[in-house]
């Protein structure tokens, strides 16, 4: 009875977590460039299979399992939709690669194009954090706030203002996206030791946001479901708690 108890109590964990990546989805539906991330949980073999003492308890353990393990949370990179803003400093990554920014002493990568030119001048994320967006050498770029009616930027990632190259915002990938992980916001981290290189061939849409890849419906269904399983794994542990109440107090008297 013990062994159910901590059965549903991993699934209460495990529920628990789910709810909250696919809450914090939701929440993220409007967010230019969010990836949505994915919970994950893994099979956890009964405590004899996993130590490689398998049938030196009860088989039917065995068999059941040890219930659940959190997995890392891994993000879909998938392409969100691009919706058309007319904006010069709107930008849009169609295909392979990310745009970086400083972010302290480190160097985060994102698919959220929409900048904002600071006081300074400095080509910088709009979403109030003042990251500046990084050259192909991963130095800011600063503009001329005056010329920016006469600034142009290509689908290369060539800036051009009244003809002349000024600068060129750098695209970089990893070895294996799916090792990125969340850096806050729409951020994303590459492993530690992990060089960035840059994308050959990138493709800009200027004018464009990159729109976050969440799908409400899907989203929400997967939030309903995870509710319900949370519940169903509560009330075991009550119907568990009130059988052991009963053993304890009503089975166990001595007449």
Do not use: C, W
């Not at 708690?241 to 166990?252: F, H, I, P, S």
């Amino acid at each position: 009875m013990i062994y159910g108890l901590y059965a549903s109590a991993s699934g209460v964990i495990a529920s628990s977590h789910k709810q909250d990546v696919h809450a914090n989805n939701l929440a993220n539906i409007e967010t230019s460039g969010f990836k949505r991330a994915l919970a994950l949980v893994q099979e956890r073999p009964s405590e004899a299979v996993e130590s490689g003492r398998p049938g030196t308890s009860n088989p039917l353990l065995d068999e059941i399992g040890g219930s659940l393990f959190l997995s890392p949370t891994s993000i879909d990179l998938s392409q969100g939709p691009l919706e058309q803003s007319n904006s010069p400093l709107h930008l849009a990554v169609f295909g392979r690669g990310y745009f970086a920014v400083r972010d302290g002493e480190q160097v985060r990568l994102t698919r959220n194009g929409t900048f904002m030119l600071d006081r300074a001048g400095r080509l910088t994320l709009a979403d109030g954090s003042a990251r500046p967006v990084l050259d192909v050498r991963q130095r800011p770029i600063r503009l001329d706030p005056a010329r920016l009616p006469q600034t142009v930027v290509n689908d290369d990632g060539q800036i051009v203002v009244d003809g002349e190259l000024v600068a060129r915002i750098g695209l970089f990938d990893v070895p294996d996206p799916r090792q990125l992980v969340p850096a806050g916001g729409t951020l994303l981290k590459a492993p530690d030791g992990a060089a960035l290189s840059r994308v050959r061939n990138p493709k800009i849409h200027t004018g464009y946001i990159e729109s976050s890849n969440v799908d409400p419906a899907t989203e929400l269904a997967a939030l309903l479901d995870a509710q319900r399983v949370l519940e169903a794994n509560a009330n075991m542990i009550r119907y568990q708690d009130q059988t052991l109440a009963k053993l304890v107090n009503e089975v166990g008297k001595i007449g």
